[in-house]
């Protein structure tokens, strides 16, 4: 049994490096289309933000001198970079994938309208919003819940290299334990980090759930969208 009918995938950058030190590993980037091409196939509506750290952060450019605003312009271009490496792979999988950008750039990609991403997605089509929100100093995880929120998906994934949201950071505490669902005000209250926090205001002031999963395990995303206990469950209470 299907569970989640309209979903926002949130992708990190810094997952397609795979064993690369930059740039986009074809073998990840191919793991993640087969993945996605398996919900499309039993009529899920997929849209997707990825990140682009593996190509060009905005706020690790500030560090070293860039203009933010400049900076966070150059992350927003890497995220293009990635949605077209995504849209080609799904396409080789004769998964149809429409690019929509936050800043308008055709040929590239379309403009994005809530309306045509709606239209895309009721088509069986993956829509892929790049760019960002368009503006400096907003995340990539601020776009998704954005995103997510507007063309009004039942729960947005984040897909992450861990298994869930940890006490604590479980690549540096081994002892950290998991929650199998927690609540967005403990999430507060913990002060963990499932997302940056105008990503997660967005998402709780909006109802908005959110699973955390590990993407990097095959066939996890086909268990999330059917609803089995994958990563952990963010929920209002």
Request: hydrophobic share 40%; charged share 20%.
């Given at each position: ?116 991403a709606i239209k895309a997605l009721e088509k069986g089509e993956v829509a892929i919003f790049a760019a960002g929100t368009g503006n400096p100093f907003f995340t990539t995880d601020t776009a998704a819940s954005l995103r997510a929120i507007e063309i009004g998906a039942d729960v947005m994934l984040k897909g992450t290299r861990v ?75």
């Amino acid at each position: 049994m299907i569970k989640y009918n309209r979903v926002v995938l949130k992708l990190s950058g810094e997952s397609l490096l795979g064993k690369l030190q930059h740039g986009i590993d074809p073998e990840v980037l191919n793991d993640y289309a087969v993945q996605i091409k398996e919900i499309v196939s039993i009529g899920i509506e997929v849209g997707i933000v990825i990140g682009g750290g593996n190509i060009f952060r905005g706020i690790t450019g500030t560090s070293k001198g860039f203009d933010r605003c400049k900076g966070d312009q150059m992350g927003m271009l890497a995220t293009v970079v990635n949605s077209l490496a995504l849209a080609s792979a799904l396409e080789t999988l004769q998964i149809k994938a429409r690019v929509l950008t936050a800043i308008a750039m055709q040929p590239i990609g379309e403009f994005y309208t809530k309306d045509l991403a709606i239209k895309a997605l009721e088509k069986g089509e993956v829509a892929i919003f790049a760019a960002g929100t368009g503006n400096p100093f907003f995340t990539t995880d601020t776009a998704a819940s954005l995103r997510a929120i507007e063309i009004g998906a039942d729960v947005m994934l984040k897909g992450t290299r861990v298994d869930g949201v940890y006490t604590a950071d479980p690549e540096k505490y081994p002892s950290a334990e998991k929650f199998n669902k927690i609540t967005y005000d403990e999430i507060y209250s913990r002060g963990l980090r499932v997302m940056d926090l105008t990503a997660t205001t967005l998402c709780k002031e909006n109802n908005l759930p959110i699973i955390v999963f590990n993407m990097d395990v095959k066939g996890n995303l086909l268990k999330v969208v059917h609803g089995e206990p994958v990563g952990t469950y963010v929920y209002n209470d």
